[in-house]
């Protein structure tokens, strides 16, 4: 069985940055098509960026310009640098490991699941 860690989440301020880590067991990380989604209170888990093996990323349109995904397969370590963070990124947030079948947004397109971290932008 596959575990995903998350790490780096904390309570910032609005306009600050955090970077997530989501380590990864075993040794076919480097396999894995990777995503980053997010559940704020009260709503459902939001799609907020994903990375294929060969590097092409994606992206939620609240997000773009404002956060990196990126991985290192040496690290066995996928990561989400979060800049310019409003109250409204507040939320608790997965890594995942993609699956397929359903759109890249889908989390039922993710098989494994991190027990997240929580992010919390204050005003």
Not at 54 to 60: C, P
Not at 95 to 120: D, E, H, M, N
Request: aromatic share 14%.
């Amino acid at each position: 069985q596959v575990q995903l860690v998350e790490s780096g989440g904390g309570l910032v301020q609005a306009g600050g940055s955090l970077r997530l880590s989501c380590a990864v067991s075993g040794r076919s990380f480097g396999t894995y098509d990777m995503g980053w989604f997010r559940r704020a209170p009260g709503k459902d888990r939001d799609f907020v960026a994903a990375i294929w093996t060969g590097n092409r990323t994606y992206y939620a349109d609240s997000v773009k310009g404002r956060f990196t995904i990126s991985r290192d397969n040496d690290k066995n370590t996928l990561y989400l640098q979060m800049n310019s963070l409003n109250p409204e990124d507040t939320a608790v947030y997965h890594c995942a490991i993609r699956s397929g079948g359903l759109g890249y947004t889908s989390p039922f397109s993710y098989k494994y699941w991190g027990q997240g971290t929580q992010v919390t932008v204050s005003s």
